[in-house]
């Protein structure tokens, strides 16, 4: 019979071991214990569905990209952020949700868009709204401001992987809290998220305070990296390829003040209307579709109380771009 090994070596081998099983077992409980308390209401869980405690969009999103009650999307950044999903499902008789996430661009919009789709395969509406990230030359839109992008993505194992982060670990604990109390305060379910009131907290309602910001001018040459190719514009043709034939599709250039418009005749003017023209021939593509330029100049551009800055407009102009878009789904509805 053999002897079973001894000594300091065999012992710090059955720990090392022992460390590693355990090790394991911990991760694979907290996998279990995290997917099945699903903390941002991705819909992956057995156990159903119970909404989500007020939070951020970029993981909001998860939640109410897929639910059932809403037929109509709006995807975008802060640029579009000001939309109403409630205005404009009074306007058009479609229930809307406010999928805008801050500082986003083409890539992570994308992202939205295929999960929006992925739980609405009908959807009666979407609206996109194309701004000046969409310009750049970079194929694979890259952006410095973080996402999850395993939150969304189609594939169990990336989702597992995402799973595994310490901001995850820690909305785990705090889903466990929330899910224990009789109360539970939810997030918004339409998304609906008014800038408004945290510009004016900042001093954005004084004219001198906002003039600075509104009011500089930008220069004549392109930015760097936005004056072509536009490979945003080919992921929108390729995007569309997944959406019915029968779904309006809506394309906004959001609005942005006098000043950040480029100067008639110049480079940047250029680049721009070579941008502009790359996304409506995408758009056409889609045989229900419509292209909405606020990013022209106009009585709205020129008018110093309806933008904060260069690009955030207020509600008074939300609302004009909102009753534009609902009659143009009106127009694409029509028999």
């Given at each position: 019979?053999?002897?079973?090994?001894?000594?300091p070596?065999?012992?710090?081998?059955?720990?090392v071991?022992?460390?590693?099983?355990?090790?394991?077992?911990?991760?694979?409980?907290?996998?279990?214990l995290?997917?099945?308390?699903?903390?941002?209401?991705?819909?992956?869980?057995?156990?159903?569905?119970?909404?989500?405690?007020?939070?951020?969009?970029?993981?909001?999103?998860?939640?109410?990209?897929?639910?059932?009650?809403?037929?109509?999307?709006?995807?975008?950044?802060?640029?579009?952020q000001?939309?109403?999903p409630?205005?404009?499902?009074?306007?058009?008789?479609?229930?809307?949700?406010?999928?805008?996430?801050?500082?986003?661009?083409?890539?992570?919009?994308?992202?939205?868009?295929?999960?929006?789709?992925?739980?609405h395969p009908?959807?009666?509406?979407?609206?996109?709204?194309p701004?000046?990230?969409?310009?750049?030359?970079?194929?694979?839109?890259?952006?410095?401001?973080?996402?999850?992008?395993?939150?969304?993505?189609?594939?169990?194992?990336?989702?597992?992987?995402?799973?595994m982060?310490?901001?995850?670990a820690?909305?785990?604990?705090?889903?466990?809290?929330w899910?224990?109390?009789?109360?539970r305060?939810?997030?918004?379910?339409?998304?609906?998220?008014?800038?408004?009131?945290?510009?004016?907290?900042?001093?954005?309602?004084?004219?001198?305070?906002?003039?600075?910001?509104?009011?500089?001018?930008?220069?004549?040459?392109?930015?760097?990296?936005?004056?072509?190719?536009?490979?945003?514009a080919?992921?929108?043709?390729?995007?569309?390829?997944?959406?019915?034939?029968?779904?309006?599709?809506?394309?906004?250039?959001?609005?942005?003040?006098?000043?950040?418009?480029?100067?008639?005749?110049?480079?940047?003017?250029?680049?721009?209307a070579?941008?502009?023209?790359?996304?409506?021939?995408?758009?056409?593509?889609?045989?229900?579709?419509?292209l909405?330029?606020?990013?022209?100049?106009?009585?709205?551009?020129?008018?110093?109380?309806l933008?904060?800055?260069?690009?955030?407009?207020?509600?008074?102009?939300?609302?004009?771009?909102?009753?534009?878009?609902?009659?143009?789904?009106?127009?694409?509805?029509?028999?």
């Amino acid at each position: 019979m053999a002897v079973p090994p001894s000594g300091p070596d065999a012992a710090w081998g059955r720990f090392v071991r022992g460390f590693l099983v355990s090790a394991l077992c911990l991760v694979a409980g907290y996998l279990v214990l995290a997917f099945a308390l699903d903390p941002y209401d991705s819909g992956r869980s057995p156990l159903g569905t119970v909404g989500i405690r007020p939070q951020g969009p970029r993981t909001a999103a998860a939640s109410r990209g897929r639910d059932p009650a809403f037929q109509g999307a709006i995807i975008g950044n802060s640029h579009i952020q000001l939309i109403e999903p409630e205005r404009l499902s009074g306007l058009t008789g479609i229930p809307f949700v406010q999928l805008a996430i801050p500082a986003t661009g083409p890539g992570e919009q994308f992202v939205v868009l295929d999960w929006f789709l992925r739980h609405h395969p009908d959807p009666k509406a979407i609206v996109l709204a194309p701004d000046d990230f969409w310009c750049g030359d970079d194929p694979a839109f890259r952006n410095d401001k973080p996402f999850p992008f395993w939150l969304f993505a189609a594939d169990l194992p990336s989702y597992l992987r995402g799973l595994m982060r310490y901001a995850v670990a820690q909305e785990v604990i705090e889903r466990i809290g929330w899910l224990t109390r009789r109360r539970r305060p939810l997030a918004r379910a339409d998304g609906w998220w008014d800038y408004e009131p945290d510009y004016l907290r900042l001093g954005f309602g004084e004219e001198a305070h906002r003039a600075p910001y509104r009011d500089k001018p930008v220069p004549d040459g392109p930015e760097p990296g936005r004056a072509g190719p536009f490979p945003a514009a080919d992921a929108l043709r390729a995007a569309l390829r997944t959406v019915p034939a029968q779904t309006p599709v809506i394309a906004v250039l959001p609005p942005v003040a006098h000043a950040a418009l480029p100067r008639p005749g110049s480079p940047r003017a250029a680049a721009e209307a070579a941008c502009k023209a790359a996304i409506g021939a995408a758009l056409a593509s889609h045989p229900r579709s419509a292209l909405l330029d606020w990013r022209r100049d106009g009585p709205e551009a020129r008018d110093p109380d309806l933008f904060f800055d260069g690009s955030h407009y207020r509600h008074t102009l939300a609302r004009r771009v909102a009753d534009d878009i609902a009659a143009a789904l009106a127009r694409l509805r029509s028999p």
